[in-house]
């Protein structure tokens, strides 16, 4: 969830010594497929299902928590906390207290 919150940071094919010649190419190592890999698999569809419940909370949709999975439950915790986190990482230094 980390790194799928932060995908720019992780590889800009222009900067990357590995990357093929053609513009816009990845390496054959680039963590950006990697991480579509793990969205497609079944951790990431979780995190997929999940997004889309919190997206329908925010639309007022109806949602009771007997309709929630706990896996899914968990996954829009760990996601809320994510946000938190990312949110506090673009604060300038002197608005978080350093």
């Known amino acids: ?9 992780l590889c800009d094919p222009g900067l990357c010594p590995d990357a093929p010649e053609e513009d816009g190419h990845r390496c054959d190592h680039c963590p950006l497929d990697r991480l579509d ?3 497609c698999a079944e951790k990431g569809l979780l ?5 889309d419940l919190m997206n329908a909370l925010k639309l007022a949709v109806q949602i ?10 968990c996954a829009m915790l760990i996601i809320a906390e994510e946000r938190d986190l990312l949110e506090r990482e673009k604060l300038p230094n ?3 207290g350093f």
């Open 64 to 73: 009771g928590l007997d309709e929630i999975r706990g896996d899914e439950f």
């Open 94 to 96: 002197s608005r978080r």
């Open 37 to 39: 890999a793990a969205q």
């Open 47 to 51: 995190i997929r299902r999940a997004l």
């Open 1 to 9: 969830m980390h790194w799928a919150l932060r995908r720019d940071e």
